[in-house]
């Protein structure tokens, strides 16, 4: 076997489980369809790199299932009676958009009936702490917008709410948490709020040469690139010094690879589109520089603050905005990003 084949093959086996039951699984002829959008001279060189960073950031059910297990035990949320600690907390149901926190809620289910015999329908006591569950947090915009309205119309006027994710950015914890202590001093109430994870990502702007996300650290000679720059944006692009922790990348060599050829897959899907949305950026939806740049994919869906590259398009188009092959295709839901409410 070739090493292009040796790649196909292990990518495919990564993200095997990806959307299982809704789609088709990935094969190797399924990831060579979608890597021959690229440039020949490019193809081999990328795999390599997107098979070393998915076998870091594909969370797969089994990843997240055991994440789910160890926290049934875990002595730091639950205390030294971690039965009795989950038999009093509310389980909030309160996702606006999507359907990450049921699938989550229906995971978490099963481990607590098999550790602790009880299901989360039964749970909930006076003095219960409250639970939001998800998969991961990106931009932070869902969950400040489930906490928000929860806080100002449903929560008492004392409570602990523990936010419990697989994956979180440090980004979107820094604005999601600035913006609930605002909403908490406005309403009055004493909310104290806990983040609970398994996976810290670094995307803060201050330590973008320490960032674990796509942060480009120059612009590679395109014309479309250029183009896409030259427009006004209200958060422009600031590129990253290249040096810092390499997080999920093999490589400095290997990261800037993957920042370029996604970042210029994605202004060519962007030019698909007459009149695409400013939010939707190549490297992922985001109000700011080239896009949110994040490689974290979970078994149940391909989040849009990843590169468009990996999940737009549609298989059968020929022709028209959604003339691209994709990954990782994308279950979708219909939402809108409130920038006022990050006071953007």
């Not at 086996?13 to 020949?40: L, M, S």
Request: glycine share 8%; hydrophobic share 35%.
């Amino acid at each position: 076997m070739t090493e292009r084949s040796d790649l196909l093959e292990s990518i495919a086996n990564t993200i095997k489980d990806y959307r299982a039951g809704e789609i088709a699984a990935p094969t190797p002829v399924h990831v060579d369809r979608w890597v021959k959008q690229f440039e020949k001279g490019v193809q081999v060189p990328l795999l390599r790199e997107m098979d070393h960073v998915f076998k870091k950031t594909y969370l797969n059910k089994e990843t997240i299932t055991g994440f789910l297990n160890g926290l049934v035990k875990n002595k730091k949320l639950a205390g030294q009676n971690p039965c009795v600690f989950w038999g009093k907390a509310h389980f909030l149901q309160i996702q606006q958009n999507g359907h990450s926190q049921k699938e989550m809620l229906e995971l978490f289910d099963k481990s607590l009936d098999a550790q602790c015999g009880i299901r989360v329908k039964g749970c909930g006591e006076k003095n219960g702490e409250y639970i939001y569950l998800d998969d991961a947090m990106f931009s932070g915009n869902r969950v400040g917008n489930d906490l928000a309205a929860w806080i100002e119309q449903h929560a008492p006027l004392t409570a602990t709410a523990h936010v419990v994710v697989a994956a979180i950015h440090t980004g979107g914890e820094y604005l999601v948490g600035k913006r609930l202590q605002k909403v908490i001093a406005d309403s009055g109430k004493k909310v104290k709020i806990n983040y609970w994870r398994a996976v810290i990502i670094e995307n803060r702007k201050y330590y973008k040469n320490d960032s674990e996300v796509l942060w480009p650290s120059e612009i590679p000679e395109d014309d479309q690139v250029k183009q896409y720059l030259a427009k006004p944006h209200k958060f422009p692009f600031e590129p990253r010094k290249p040096g810092g922790k390499l997080g999920p990348f093999s490589s400095e060599e290997g990261r800037q690879l993957l920042e370029r050829e996604l970042l210029m897959a994605g202004v060519k899907i962007r030019a698909l589109s007459e009149h695409p949305k400013d939010i939707i950026r190549p490297l992922g939806f985001s109000p700011f520089g080239l896009g949110f740049g994040s490689m974290i994919v979970t078994f149940r869906n391909c989040p849009n603050n990843t590169p468009l590259a990996l999940w737009w398009g549609d298989p059968e188009a020929t022709s028209g905005p959604f003339h691209w092959y994709p990954l990782l295709p994308r279950k979708t839901y219909a939402q809108s990003f409130d920038f006022a409410a990050f006071g953007l």
